[in-house]
């Protein structure tokens, strides 16, 4: 452990950026055209931090994800992890590396063996990582894990289709905690689990964070699934963080008129009052063919004539940071976008 | 025995009604006996975890389940009886008064068929129009649901449209037979928030303008709060409580709605630890001959386990009703917070 007064982030994204050629319909073989599923983020993720990204599908939040474990190469920019950056050759730095960072797919039958029963699955990292370990002392620390998450010993035998889905994901959220990782990177945990069950996990979660100290970059379309889990927030557009702050300013004092619109659009039966939504126009626009100046502007209610032109630079200041020119005051600092005419405030 | 229709009778009403499945060697009872009715222009959100039902009972009641299916009791809609209807009576009321919409459009629109081919069918089927006056009837359609470009939209595929907008005409679709019932199954699930807003909203303004009501099946109970008048849930093949969805909400009475809204997490108010409901839905074939609810329940007592609480007025709330044993003691108890959380304690 050093003492340096600023201790370097666990995680650093610079410039991140990951662009796909494809081929639009047109002309005999198509024509070519590149998709810029990630284009060109920065953040940072402290140790034992949570860092919740959101947005919608094609946004690139699933694209950051892999790019931070190195599954793909970037196209630009790098993540650095612990002070090096992440390798993508998948050799054995790579290997090594990812020891320390592990993933939580929404999907948990997709993400488990159909054939194994879930103690060995559990195992599996301690067979690749730990060939120190005897088979018996394998054995007891998968059952220690399945303990941890709330699985009963007598399951250890059991294969996936004998679960139910919240008790898959309490087996791939163990066998992600086998190593003791630094960093989960968790893609939807709980999107596929009903309410009763969601509740579970994530407090689950929440007590293996404390006791572990794992930080995460947690990925969701649920704000308030976000809202619970995040330390701190980031909300993706087209391929682009467009704001960033801690879940109680970005969901509570959204300043850019998505994240507005985001906010106003998540239904809650919690709600004594209904507030009003700010409905957008249109589709998110096709990632391949992003609008010019502002990528929001073509849906964006409130957007002038400057927005269509030149795209605004995402801002940081004070752990706040946004990406509008609709938000930033005369004198420097940022304030919410106005709200569309329409929009009559809480009813 | 069908009974005249008077303005004050509903326009749905669903009594007893009995799926029992095949599964080979013997029958299993995935509905136990639901009663709904739904008035005329008005909203029945049905919410309920996966398995608990919803989807089956409107299924069934439309004899839409196939011959694994063994549907009882009875289905009125508009003063005819649906259950034991002839296939050509069915076949005319379905996609005509009662129009049917599902979470996935682009499994539902069949991908080899134009946009306007597919809304032409529906409208020579339920309103005789053919060539030309179809293909205008379709195009107002089109343009109604708030679709751009609507005449070129004809000559599209569906997988050249967003999914969004495939909702969309599956919405013109329903449309086309100027239903009295639009049966809405998870309309807004695989859509982005945004997207699930502007679904959300045309919904609304279509069912004000003409008058039809809806059911809407959904397991978002912010979805239901949205949009419901009033709200069935339901849990392993039964409705548990009934009730004005703005009393729902601000105060459930059963202890499984109660957990429900628990549960859920929030974005306003300050961050709590969620509170879980302990264990999962039992299968329907492993019913407990009591309350299907009693193993999770932190209110169980020894006279939930006799037999299935039957659905009856909740005391002091006359247009309310719930299926507990315990009742009486529940609308009492101010909060039931304390004994949920030893549940999960222990869990």
């Given at each position: 452990m050093s003492l340096d007064a600023l201790p370097e982030p666990l995680l650093t994204a610079r410039g991140l950026a990951r662009h796909y050629g494809v081929r639009l319909p047109g002309g005999l073989m198509g024509r070519r055209a590149t998709l810029k599923a990630v284009d060109g983020i920065d953040f940072e993720l402290a140790r034992g931090e949570i860092l919740g990204l959101v947005g919608e599908s094609g946004c690139g939040k699933s694209t950051t994800a892999k790019l931070v474990l190195g599954h793909v190469a970037p196209s630009a920019g790098e993540v650095r992890f612990d002070g090096a950056p992440v390798p993508v050759d998948h050799g054995g730095d790579w290997r090594r590396l990812r020891r320390r960072m592990q993933m939580i797919y929404q999907d948990p039958l997709g993400a488990l063996?159909?054939?194994?029963?879930v103690a060995a699955q559990i195992a599996e990292p301690f067979q690749i990582h730990r060939p120190d370990l005897s088979r018996a002392e394998r054995r007891a620390r998968a059952e220690e894990l399945m303990r941890s998450v709330g699985?009963?010993?007598?399951?250890?035998?059991?294969?996936?289709?004998?679960?139910s889905g919240g008790q898959r994901q309490r087996v791939v959220i163990a066998r992600a905690l086998a190593l003791d990782p630094t960093l989960l990177v968790c893609d939807?945990?709980?999107?596929?689990?009903?309410v009763s069950v969601q509740a579970q996990v994530l407090n689950l979660l929440d007590d293996l964070r404390a006791r572990t100290g794992f930080a995460a970059l947690f990925i969701s379309h649920d704000l308030k699934v976000v809202r619970q889990m995040a330390d701190r927030v980031a909300v993706m557009y087209l391929g682009r963080i467009v704001e960033e702050g801690s879940p109680e300013e970005v969901l509570?004092?959204?300043?850019h008129p998505y994240t507005q619109a985001l906010v106003s659009a998540?239904?809650?039966?919690?709600?004594?009052r209904r507030r009003q939504r700010i409905v957008l126009r249109?589709?998110?626009?096709?990632p391949v063919e992003a609008p010019s100046g502002c990528p929001f502007h073509p849906r964006c209610?409130?957007?002038?004539?400057r927005c269509a032109a030149e795209r605004p630079p995402l801002l940081r200041d004070a752990g706040r940071a946004v990406a509008c020119?609709?938000?930033?005051?005369?004198?420097g600092g940022f304030a919410p976008a106005p709200l569309p005419q329409t929009f009559s405030g809480a009813a | 025995m069908p009974t005249a229709p008077t303005p004050?009778?509903?326009l749905v009403t669903l009594r007893d009604l009995t799926v029992d499945f095949d599964i080979g060697d013997r029958f299993v009872r995935a509905l136990h006996g639901v009663d709904m009715e739904i008035r005329r222009g008005e909203t029945l959100g049905v919410v309920g975890e996966s398995g608990c039902g919803k989807s089956i009972t409107w299924l069934a009641a439309l004899g839409l389940?196939?011959?694994a299916a063994r549907t009882g009791g009875s289905a009125v809609f508009d003063g005819q009886e649906?259950?034991?209807?002839?296939p050509r009576g069915l076949d005319r009321l379905r996609g005509g008064r009662i129009a049917l919409i599902f979470q996935d459009p682009a499994s539902a629109l069949?991908?080899?068929?134009?946009i306007g081919r597919q809304i032409g069918e529906s409208l020579r089927l339920h309103r005789g129009l053919r060539g030309a006056a179809a293909r205008a009837e379709a195009r107002r359609l089109l343009d109604r649901v708030g679709i751009a470009n609507a005449l070129q939209r004809?000559?599209?595929?569906?997988?050249?449209?967003?999914g969004g907008m495939n909702q969309r005409v599956m919405i013109a679709m329903a449309l086309a037979g100027e239903p009295d019932l639009l049966i809405a199954d998870?309309?807004?699930?695989?859509?982005d928030a945004t997207i699930q807003a502007q679904i959300l909203d045309l919904l609304r303004d279509l069912q004000t303008e003409t008058g039809m009501a809806l059911a809407l099946i959904s397991h978002d109970l912010g979805v239901i709060a949205d949009m419901a008048d009033r709200v069935a849930v339901m849990y392993s093949g039964r409705v548990i409580e009934e009730a004005p969805a703005h009393r729902l909400f601000a105060a459930p009475a059963h202890p499984y709605t109660r957990g429900l809204m628990a549960a859920l997490p929030d974005i306003e108010g300050p961050r709590r630890r969620l509170e879980t409901i302990p264990g999962s839905v039992p299968p329907p074939h492993a019913?407990?001959?009591?309350?299907?609810?009693a193993a999770r329940?932190?209110?169980?007592?020894?006279?939930?386990?006799?037999s299935p609480p039957p659905l009856r007025p909740v005391p002091a709330a006359p247009a309310r009703r719930a299926a507990c044993a315990r009742l009486e003691a529940l609308v009492r108890a101010p909060e039931p917070a304390p004994a949920l959380q030893r549940q999960e304690q222990r869990a």
């Open positions: 063996d159909r054939r194994l029963p699985l009963r010993p007598d399951q250890a035998d059991r294969f996936p289709h004998e679960l939807e945990p709980v999107s596929a689990l009903d509570h004092a959204p300043l998540a239904p809650s039966p919690h709600a004594a249109g589709d998110p626009p096709n209610p409130v957007a002038v004539a020119h609709l938000a930033q005051t005369s004198a | 004050a009778s509903p389940l196939g011959p649906l259950i034991g209807m002839r069949n991908p080899v068929q134009r004809l000559d599209e595929y569906p997988h050249e449209l967003s998870e309309p807004t699930t695989a859509l019913l407990p001959p009591g309350c299907a609810f329940c932190p209110h169980v007592d020894g006279i939930c386990e006799v």
